[in-house]
T-cell receptor
Framework: ETGVTQTPRHLVMGMTNKKSLKCEQH?????MYWYKQSAKKPLELMFV???????ENNSVPSRFSPECPNSSHLFLHLHTLQPEDSALYLC????????????FGDGTRLSIL | EDQVTQSPEALRLQEGESSSLNCSYT??????LFWYRQDPGKGPEFLFT???AGEEKEKERLKATLTKKESFLHITAPKPEDSATYLC????????????FGKGTKLTVNP
């Protein structure tokens, strides 16, 4: 595996379900990110982790709960989601710090019934 | 509030027909401006970072330029495989790693 891989690629869940999205980076990076991409809207940053520590939370509702056990893995735990949460969730990684380009995975397409 | 506006929303070109995409931005001190390409069903693919006005970067048929208010992505003699959505993002000075994205320009190159 190379780059940034995300699983699952597609997920359909009910509003009362609990599920998790997984991201793994094989680039030796120190920072990882979650973004949300909705139709007709720009990508929105959700969370930033540097060396496993959360350094930014972009006012994300508590029904989204991130976890970063090490610099290579990032999870997004989902519970009690709303229909407006249906979107493409993208994970990215970088060397960390400003100036460094962020490299993205191909995302998880999430649909809330 | 930092903001990025990309134009046009969509652009259709014939193969070989050169053109430019625009990215206008307002930011409280620019740290970097990033260009990405996104294919359907894929994540954004990094193309360029520009840091200061007057800077230019090139990659194959793509050339990115930067002024104090906007950036252009020039596409010279495009091919059908250049069809994609091109995203522009800015990062402000101050320590945050947050990228503020525009909505993108969807480019279609017809053979």
């Amino acid at each position: 595996e190379t780059g940034v891989t995300q699983t699952p690629r597609h997920l359909v869940m009910g509003m009362t379900n609990k599920k998790s999205l997984k991201c793994e980076q094989h680039l030796g990076h120190n920072a990882m990110y979650w973004y949300k991409q909705s139709a007709k809207k720009p990508l929105e940053l959700m969370f930033v982790y540097n060396f496993k520590e959360q350094t930014e939370n972009n006012s994300v509702p508590s029904r989204f709960s991130p976890e970063c056990p090490n610099s290579s893995h990032l999870f997004l735990h989902l519970h009690t989601l709303q229909p407006e949460d249906s979107a493409l969730y993208l994970c990215a990684s970088s060397q960390g710090g400003q100036d460094q380009p962020q490299h993205f995975g191909d995302g998880t397409r999430l649909s809330i019934l | 509030e930092d903001q990025v506006t990309q134009s046009p929303e969509a652009l259709r070109l014939q193969e070989g027909e050169s053109s430019s995409l625009n990215c206008s931005y307002t930011v409280s001190g620019l740290r970097g401006l990033f260009w990405y390409r996104q294919d359907p069903g894929k994540g954004p693919e990094f193309l360029f970072t520009l840091y200061s006005a007057g800077e230019e970067k090139e990659k194959e048929r793509l050339k990115a330029t930067l002024t104090k208010k906007e950036s252009f992505l020039h596409i010279t003699a495009p091919k059908p495989e250049d069809s994609a959505t091109y995203l522009c993002a800015v990062q402000a000075q101050g320590g945050s790693e947050k990228l503020v994205f525009g909505k993108g320009t969807k480019l279609t190159v017809n053979p």
